[in-house]
């Protein structure tokens, strides 16, 4: 609600750069020589002062069946997570990606990875430069779509 007691709706969309970081762990299971299925968690950020600790589940497919090769991969990610704020709202998040992974030793490589991201979460309500309590507002989605550009060790 406004000051004045009634409803606001406002919809807006913007195209913005900003940076983020994103620190997970991702234990998985060898399925086959070409699958690979994952769970990760971790710290994560959404947008500009908004985190959250995401689960996902990733399947990766691997494009040669020779893990002692360099090789091409291609991965579905989705999750849910939970913001880092005081109101602990709930994110949905997914991401479609592909990279290259270079065999470093028998138990190590090193992957380079590029995905596009969307997610789906509930930022801060600021009107007239204060913000609105969270009981006080109906309904407040922001989907961000991004790129996102990564590098990850496994072992």
């Not at 007239?128 to 990850?152: F, H, Q, R, W």
Request: aromatic share 12%.
């Amino acid at each position: 609600y406004a000051p004045e007691g009634y409803r606001i709706h406002r919809s807006s969309s913007e195209l913005d750069y900003f940076t983020n970081a994103e620190v997970m762990v991702r234990p998985g299971i060898n399925l086959t020589p070409r699958w690979n299925l994952s769970a990760g968690f971790g710290v994560t950020g959404v947008h500009r002062k908004y985190t959250a600790i995401p689960i996902t589940l990733r399947a990766t497919h691997y494009f040669s069946s020779k893990p002692d090769k360099d090789r091409f991969l291609a991965y579905l990610d989705c999750g849910f997570g939970i913001h880092t704020g005081a109101d602990r709202r709930a994110i949905f998040r997914g991401a479609v990606g592909g990279g290259y992974q270079l065999y470093l030793s028998r138990h190590f490589r090193l992957g380079f990875l590029l995905s596009i991201r969307s997610t789906l979460f509930h930022p801060e309500v600021v009107l007239y430069g204060e913000s609105i309590a969270p009981g006080d507002i109906n309904k407040n989605d922001a989907l961000s779509t991004s790129v996102s550009i990564g590098m990850n060790l496994t072992f």
